[in-house]
């Protein structure tokens, strides 16, 4: 099984002032382990610094913020080219879904994810076989 995790999933795995979902972030990550195939996107990476190193409180340092993406480097990384963009640009109007959430989308069904592990898309929400679950309901 693939599963693919979304930005916040990840950041929330490491939120010290979240615990709940700090606890099931990290519950729902352990599982997919467990389980198979844990993907993301290199934009996943891009956004999971930016977050953590301007939105956290306290922010990631730095360095702490390098080394929990040597971690998330470890999973299978997706990167993106001019196809990948263009497909996200489809997916965008036909799901009407926002740029950044189409970019993810895109990504998890280039990974022939099974699961797409978010909680900025509907839980239950199937694309083909791609089912949204947010591990926070």
Request: glycine share 2%; aromatic share 10%.
């Amino acid at each position: 099984m693939i599963t693919f995790f979304d930005t916040n999933i990840f950041v929330y795995a490491i939120d010290e002032s979240e615990s709940i979902k700090r606890r099931k972030a990290t519950a729902r990550l352990e599982q997919a382990r467990a389980q198979g195939t844990v993907a993301l996107s290199a934009q996943v990476l891009h956004e999971f610094y930016n977050v953590t190193r301007s939105k956290l409180k306290p922010p990631l340092s730095h360095d702490q913020a390098a080394q929990a993406i040597s971690y998330l480097c470890e999973f299978s990384v997706l990167g993106s080219s001019a196809s990948s963009v263009q497909a996200a640009l489809v997916l965008k109007e036909q799901h009407q879904t926002s740029w950044w959430d189409a970019l993810i989308l895109e990504a998890a069904l280039r990974a022939d994810a099974d699961v797409l592990v978010s909680e900025d898309f509907s839980h239950g929400q199937r694309f083909g076989k791609l089912v949204v679950e947010n591990p926070f309901l």
